[in-house]
């Protein structure tokens, strides 16, 4: 044992020092790289194709692809984590032109909690579904800046770094978007 050099930590570690390790065979690296990233790539699939496989084989796609390119990651470009979402959109675009119709998520209600009144969160979920189907329904270009932003919590500019796009247009896009939920919305009696 070394009592001069303390041992590496992958749990503590930056991104991009562990892509750094990586390059270099540390699988410890590996496996935290996918704890901290995957969830968040499935939920962007998930959310932008509907389908639970499809996500999933996405998230496995991305990984493998970064496994390949992850040479190429320069983290003064982007964070990890929009540079992995950018790979999972190119794979969501290519599920979009090999894939049949997509049909948004059937979510089923969430169950009754105790002392809840059964009228409210049936309204509720109602409410819920028909601002999903609403999402589910915009066109993928203003649906995945709407999942981004809203739902994954990005900011503008972690927005425009994974489409590869100007900020200006995230925001016009978003704006765009959001008429058009609330045009969909108020046309199916959904209060805002």
Request: net charge negative; aromatic share 8%.
């Amino acid at each position: 044992m070394n009592w001069f050099r303390p041992s590496f930590d992958p749990l503590s570690a930056a991104d991009s020092e562990l892509v750094v390790r990586l390059r270099s065979g540390d699988e410890a690296c590996w496996r935290e790289l996918y704890r901290r990233h995957q969830d968040r790539l499935y939920r962007y699939a998930l959310r932008m194709t509907g389908s639970a496989a499809t996500a999933s084989d996405i998230t496995q796609e991305t990984f493998v692809a970064f496994l390949e390119q992850a040479h190429r990651y320069d983290p003064a470009q982007a964070p990890l984590g929009a540079w992995l979402l950018g790979i999972a959109r190119n794979r969501v675009r290519k599920s979009f032109s090999a894939a049949a119709p997509w049909e948004p998520l059937d979510d089923a209600p969430p169950p009754e909690a105790p002392g809840h009144d059964p009228l409210t969160s049936l309204t509720h979920a109602e409410q819920l579904a028909a601002v999903r189907g609403a999402v589910d329904a915009l066109p993928p270009a203003f649906r995945e800046v709407v999942v981004l932003i809203e739902w994954e919590e990005m900011s503008y500019e972690e927005t425009a770094t994974v489409l590869g796009i100007p900020p200006g247009t995230v925001r016009s896009r978003l704006h765009r978007a959001r008429a058009l939920l609330q045009q969909s919305l108020s046309t199916q009696g959904v209060a805002r």
